[in-house]
């Protein structure tokens, strides 16, 4: 009995029907364009190629012409976090757009650095590379770059700038935030902010300034908190504003877990949202903005457009360096 694996058409097959050496057939499945085929050689090729059925043996063809079709994707704990895995899928999306394949490595935070888990891409001949973080964050990548492919940076850039990034535009999302709450009719708008060595807690402070010098509005820095991304520090900041002699009437948590804290506080003080204190937050957490009473409208980080973004720059073979900012969009729901 012939098994399917001895049936296939082989080059041989291919190089027979087209009436053409077996390395003419080689030369144009392998896409070889140094070697003067003519083009009607070609066309009785790939017509062969079609009638027979023939496959191209796609792991010796990449190592042949050193185009795999492979990109590699190096993430640091994103493969199992619920919100930042669209960055995965945004990638996958894209790959599949170009006739990629993505292989998906995650060191889950531990063990070798990104730059060792690249390595291990580079053996399996990916023409190019992603590195993406979990937060938006600044990464010291030490050693030679030289060795690596063309490489993008995703949801974080590097302290020297060597390789391209894209990342969200945090103080673009701050300002959406804040002028949100400032068009709702308020004019003491509070910000419960992140640690300040974080960049997302950097641009949404900016944001939030600007928001405000854009609306005329005078910028009261005691209405800035800052907390440490927790629910519990989202609460006693929240306390700390309402607490004011002129307490505001609005608060941009600058992320969700901090403003269901401060859901939290209203909730005891028996004060409503969005009726006597309105809410907006950051990253639209969906396990929890959506699931609020009333639901929180908030600002969505682009994880699935970075994870796009970055396969689109790899193969467009566009990864100068230099830092992209894609814009953070508001998801609005019932809490302004």
Known sequence: MTSDRSARPSQRDVARLAGVSRTTVSFVVNEV?????????????????????????????????????????????????????GIISGAQEAATRH?????????????????DTAATMIRWQAEGLLLATDHHRELTLDGDLGGLPPTVLVNCADAQRRLPAVVPD???????????????GHRRVGLVNG???????????????????????????????????????????????????????????????????????????GLRVPDDVAVIGFDNREEIAAHLRPALSTVALPYREMGRYAVDRLVAGDPAPGVTALACPLVPRASV
């Open 170 to 184: 945090e103080r673009q999302g701050g300002r959406l935030a804040t002028a949100t709450l400032i068009e709702a």
């Open 195 to 269: 640690p300040p060595d974080y960049p997302a807690s950097a641009g949404r402070l900016a944001g939030w300034r600007d928001a405000h010098a854009a609306a005329g509005l005078t910028v009261d820095e005691r209405l800035v908190r800052v907390g440490d991304w927790w629910q519990e520090s989202g609460y006693a900041r929240a306390a700390d504003l309402l607490d004011l002699p002129d307490p505001p009437t609005a608060l941009f948590c600058a992320n969700d877990w901090m403003a269901m804290g401060a859901y939290d506080l209203l909730r005891e003080r």
């Open 33 to 85: 364009t140094d070697v003067a085929i003519p083009e009607a050689t070609r066309a009785k090729v790939w017509a062969a190629v079609a009638q027979l059925g023939f496959r191209p043996n796609e792991l010796a063809r990449g190592l042949r012409s050193r185009r795999s079709g492979v990109l590699g994707l190096v993430t640091d704990a994103i493969a199992t976090t619920p919100y930042a895995v």
């Open 99 to 115: 006739g990629r394949t993505l292989l998906i490595v995650d060191t889950d935070g531990v063990g070798e650095s990104m730059l």
